[in-house]
């Protein structure tokens, strides 16, 4: 199970973290990453990381301006975003799979890999 939270509305320019808390499986086997979804769009990776892997997904649109945090004491992912433009406006959702086997080039970021996802959060970012 993985349940967002923190989005809201923002002005341009502001800052937002969003938090997922899962449960139910271990980021020692699981990737876990943060997409979103703007209206009319296909749904995109944003930041993503696996642990067992070593490897951490930053989308290029966002990549100067997001950070990904895990902490495993809570079970709570995090995602920082910072400078928001309108642009990042979206449902933000968290999710969770396990990365493939014997591929070593895999696209951590890619939404078809994880099996798990969240309700999603509504970011809204006004002018």
């Known amino acids: 199970q993985l349940v967002e939270s923190g989005g809201g509305l923002v002005q341009a320019g502001g800052s937002l973290r969003l938090a997922c808390v899962y449960s139910?499986?271990?980021?020692?086997?699981?990737?876990i990453g943060w997409f979103r979804q703007a209206p009319g769009k296909e749904r995109e990776g944003v930041a993503c990381?696996?642990?067992?892997?070593?490897?951490?997904y930053l989308a290029r649109s966002v990549q100067d301006r997001v950070t990904i945090s895990t902490d495993t004491a809570k079970n709570t992912v995090y995602l920082q975003i910072n400078d928001l433009k309108t642009v990042d406006t979206a449902v933000y959702y968290c999710?969770?799979?396990?990365?493939?086997?014997?591929?070593?080039?895999?696209?951590?970021?890619?939404?078809?890999?994880?099996?798990?996802w969240g309700q999603g959060t509504q970011v809204t970012v006004s002018s």
């Open positions: 999710a969770a799979g396990i990365p493939p086997v014997g591929v070593e080039d895999y696209n951590l970021g890619f939404p078809g890999m994880y099996d798990y």
């Open positions: 990381l696996s642990t067992s892997h070593g490897r951490t």
């Open positions: 139910g499986f271990t980021l020692d086997y699981y990737a």
